[in-house]
């Protein structure tokens, strides 16, 4: 489906839900409801969730299948001091933080989550530069990282945190919501085709979050913050690519 068609469909079923809504008018009398229920956020996700079944895998492939060579795109090398320093020390001073709307806050280093229970999964990941790359990725399901942190209830986004700041200014970052955080091929990733990860891929970690373009993907990462809004997250509009170049936040494929 093609972005046009897809907006198109996605302004008509927000009709389409607006009107069935107000047959509701008990709860709708009730205020604060009344304006969660038709904040623009709500009715976003609901058609999304009308479109499409969230919960649905994306493909997976054979190992045959595997691109001879996964191609490295966005920033290479995040080349800051502290990452060169991390990397020529097989990362043993790196650690994930995750922080935010979280009950148990955590700081992991790379051996403790290799420990974790992990899935591994080949799939095709997009680039909505025009290129593909079928790739067999390893890592913990997000979900374990986040039973283990034990999200507070108004946690609503995840933001991931990225090594590569291009300079301090502009971090690289993405963000997801909770439908995708435990949707079951969502994984922290540190290997990739059987081999831990390259810097060029997102040593020591990336998300692959499979239902998603490419720039969703967050290599290098530092830490993960639950959050209840994106509004105050940077330019506000959930990653890099969505503040800087107008990147849809629901990159949903
Ligand atoms: N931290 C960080 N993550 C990133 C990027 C980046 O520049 N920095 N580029 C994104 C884009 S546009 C793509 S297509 C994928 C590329 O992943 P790869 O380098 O493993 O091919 O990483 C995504 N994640
Ligand atoms: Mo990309």
Avoid at 115 to 128: F, G, K, N, S, Y
Avoid at 139 to 157: E, H, M, S, W
């Amino acid at each position: 489906m093609t972005a046009m068609t897809r907006r198109s469909l996605l302004t008509g079923i927000a009709a389409t839900a607006g009107g069935l809504l107000t047959g509701c008018d008990q709860l709708a009398r009730n205020e604060s409801f009344r304006e969660a229920l038709f904040s623009a956020d709500n009715v976003h996700r609901w058609t999304q969730r009308a479109l499409t079944d969230r919960n649905a895998l994306a493909r997976e492939f054979r190992p045959d299948q595997i691109s001879p060579y996964f191609r490295p795109n966005g920033v290479r090398n995040p080349g800051t001091p502290e990452y060169a320093a991390m990397s020529a020390d097989n990362f043993a001073a790196w650690r994930l933080q995750v922080t935010g709307l979280v009950n148990r806050p955590l700081s992991l280093s790379l051996p403790q989550i290799q420990a974790l229970p992990h899935r591994e999964q080949i799939t095709r990941h997009d680039c909505v530069e025009g290129w593909s790359a079928i790739g067999k990725w390893r890592g913990v399901p997000l979900r374990t990282i986040l039973d283990g942190a034990d999200l507070k209830t108004n946690a609503r986004y995840l933001v991931f945190r990225c090594a590569d700041t291009n300079g301090g200014a502009r971090p690289y970052y993405e963000s997801i919501d909770l439908v995708d955080a435990f949707h079951p091929q969502t994984i922290l990733a540190f290997a990739l085709n059987d081999r831990p990860l390259f810097v060029a891929n997102g040593a020591p970690l990336r998300l692959r979050v499979e239902r998603h373009l490419g720039y969703k993907h967050a290599k290098f990462l530092t830490g993960i913050e639950a959050v209840a809004s994106l509004e105050n997250i940077h330019g506000g509009n959930g990653g890099y690519w969505e503040d800087v170049a107008g990147y849809q936040w629901y990159a949903g494929i």
